[in-house]
């Protein structure tokens, strides 16, 4: 028996994917090994869930315990809330006339060396008043959770001046005290060198390293710091003396690395013992190697690659053979992928990257949650994690992947409230 009044019970499920196993993220193989359960039943006490499994037994262990509030799955598909582990959420303004840019033929890293790309919305993010920020960023949030997500990281990097970045910060701040879903935060004022210091980019990286990253620090406004490793952006040498100065002051370290040119970022990541390394496109089996010595994570986004028309795809059959954990994420930011949508990117993980269903729900799971150290509290139903659920107008999970470009959810719990039915 729990001992305690029970504040929902979640009943009438009919496949429940726990995702309950090992506590660590689940590499190669185990990333299709997902525990499920039919007609089962989750019950949430103060926002964790107490009791979870064939609905006979959760009622059985919840004896005679009150019940304040009953919901009914009706038959359908339940998961544990969705994590989106990378975005780039906070930002003004928006980049539709890159599109006929893109369709003329101009690539990214062009249109970026033209002063127009993330630079175009860094004018955009400094211009906008924080209030402003935190309206669009709320909307966008909204819809995240509307398609079945309970966390999101979100990334600074659009203002690259101290105050214009703690601003940014504020507001990802914000949405985690005042919207159901959970923020976490990372600093990535390494994301572009800013025009004023065009040419000059290692005082960038010193001002980064010397007042940015302790100034983050002192204000505890991120917990992770993130560098975008790219021709014309940070070089390999920036990267790693910016993210060792970061350790040293005890962020966890992410990167952007290889999405673009091999550069040797994924090595990096393998070296300097990244939580996560992101994009991945033209990594190396060396960089693999290293991250998979190293148990990074390699964030693949899909819906990057196929909003920036690349023929290439994240090696990711690759890297689930090299035993590597994967997880997936939107990118969500107003240039590279504009869309809040998993459901799209987890469509085009199976079409484009070769991922099957069940590689999907781990990678936008346990694994998601693992890429922002949350593997603790969130990822999976178990005893002791979150109450946070979606239940899907689906009866199995090949039915996600497949019956693409629409919203499948029918309804979101979050610490045990229902916030999206
Ligand atoms: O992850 N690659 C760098 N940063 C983002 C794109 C940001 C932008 O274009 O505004 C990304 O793709
Ligand atoms: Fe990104």
């Known amino acids: 028996e729990t001992g305690t009044g029970i504040d929902l019970l979640v009943h009438n499920i009919g496949t429940l994917v726990t995702m309950a196993g090992k506590a660590a993220a689940r590499k190669g193989a185990e990333m299709s090994e997902l525990s499920m359960v039919s007609n089962g039943a989750v019950a949430i006490s103060e926002g964790k869930i107490v009791a979870v499994g064939p609905e006979d037994k959760v009622r059985a262990q919840l004896g005679n315990a009150a019940i304040a509030e009953q919901f009914?799955?009706?038959?359908?598909?339940?998961?544990?809330?969705?994590?989106d582990p990378h975005t780039h959420l906070v930002h003004g303004g928006s980049r539709e006339h890159e599109l006929a840019l893109k369709l003329k033929g101009s690539t990214y890293l062009e249109i970026l060396a033209q002063g127009g790309g993330i630079l175009c919305t860094v004018r955009a993010t400094r211009q906008a008043t924080e209030e402003e920020l935190y309206a669009k960023a709320r909307r966008s949030l909204d819809i995240m959770l509307l398609h079945g997500v309970t966390t999101v990281e979100a990334k600074s990097g659009y203002g690259l001046t101290l105050q214009d970045e703690l601003k940014q910060l504020r507001v990802t701040r914000s949405l985690?005290?005042?919207?159901?879903?959970?923020m976490v935060s990372t600093f990535m004022g390494a994301h572009m060198v800013p025009e004023e210091y065009k040419g000059r980019s290692d005082e960038f990286v010193e001002l980064l390293i010397r007042l940015m990253l302790p100034e983050v620090k002192r204000l505890n406004l991120a917990e992770f710091c993130d560098v975008f490793c790219e021709?014309?952006?940070f070089t390999v040498e920036q990267s790693e003396r910016i993210l060792v100065a970061a350790k040293a002051l005890g962020f966890g370290l992410k990167i952007h690395a290889d999405e673009i040119e091999p550069m040797g970022g994924a090595e990096l990541a393998g070296r300097i013992g990244c939580v996560s390394a992101e994009h991945l496109l033209a990594a190396s089996d060396e960089g693999l190697e290293a991250m998979e010595r190293a148990g990074v994570i390699a964030v693949c986004l899909p819906a990057t690659s196929f909003n920036l028309r690349l023929t290439r795809h994240a090696r990711a059959r690759k890297m689930i053979e090299f035993g590597l954990p994967v997880a997936l994420s939107t990118?969500?930011?107003?240039?590279?992928s504009p869309t809040e949508s998993i459901q799209l990117v987890m469509t085009l993980a199976c079409l484009n990257l070769g991922m099957t269903p069940e590689?999907?729900?781990?990678?936008v799971t346990i694994n998601a949650a693992y890429a922002i150290g949350r593997g603790d509290s969130i990822g999976s139903l178990e005893v002791g994690k979150l109450g946070d659920l979606v239940i899907f107008e689906a009866n199995n999970l090949a039915y996600l992947p497949y019956h693409f470009g629409i919203n499948h959810v029918n309804a979101v719990i979050k610490r045990g409230k229902v916030v999206v039915s």
Do not use: W
């Not at 985690?176 to 959970?182: A, R």
């Not at 990118?331 to 590279?336: A, E, H, L, T, V």
């Open 359 to 363: 590689e999907v729900m781990t990678a």
């Open 72 to 83: 009914d799955a009706g038959g359908r598909l339940v998961t544990p809330g969705l994590v």
């Open 331 to 336: 990118d969500y930011n107003p240039g590279s």
């Open 176 to 182: 985690n005290e005042s919207h159901p879903v959970d």
């Open 231 to 233: 021709h014309g952006v």
